[in-house]
Nanobody, 124 residues
Framework: QVQLQESRGGSVQSGGSLRLSCTAS??????MGWFRQAPGKEREGVSC???????SYVDSVKGRFTVSRDNAKNTLYLQMNSLKPEDTAMYYC????????????????????WGQGTQVTVSS
């Protein structure tokens, strides 16, 4: 059974940085995504990276967040810079067997496996 495990999140002040990681084995041909959900809000797609390294981001994080993957280490990363209070949420990693960032990736459609989530809190 595939298990995705996010690293511990954290609390930072506005403008700070955090790096999340997500480990899972056997997912080299999967697209990987980061999603987040803030209290009282719907889940939101943050970024996606295909198995070949192509990336996609939600507009609100473009230029601030960078997704990457190291298949040799079975690890997905999300580097988050210039964090804002509105980035506060539970962050989840997920894997999609399609392998590419589909047109519907932001909705989470097609993602087969999900991590348990890790909390990111940004204070003003």
């Amino acid at each position: 059974q595939v298990q995705l495990q996010e690293s511990r999140g954290g609390s930072v002040q506005s403008g700070g940085s955090l790096r999340l990681s997500c480990t899972a084995s056997g997912l080299e041909r999967y697209a990987m995504g980061w999603f987040r959900q803030a209290p009282g809000k719907e889940r939101e797609g943050v970024s996606c990276i295909s198995w070949r390294g192509g990336t996609s981001y939600v507009d609100s994080v473009k230029g601030r967040f960078t997704v990457s993957r190291d298949n040799a280490k079975n690890t997905l990363y999300l580097q988050m810079n210039s964090l804002k209070p509105e980035d506060t949420a539970m962050y989840y990693c997920a894997a999609d067997s399609y392998g590419y960032c589909s047109s519907f990736w932001m909705g989470g459609t097609g993602y087969n496996y999900w991590g348990q989530g890790t909390q990111v809190t940004v204070s003003s």
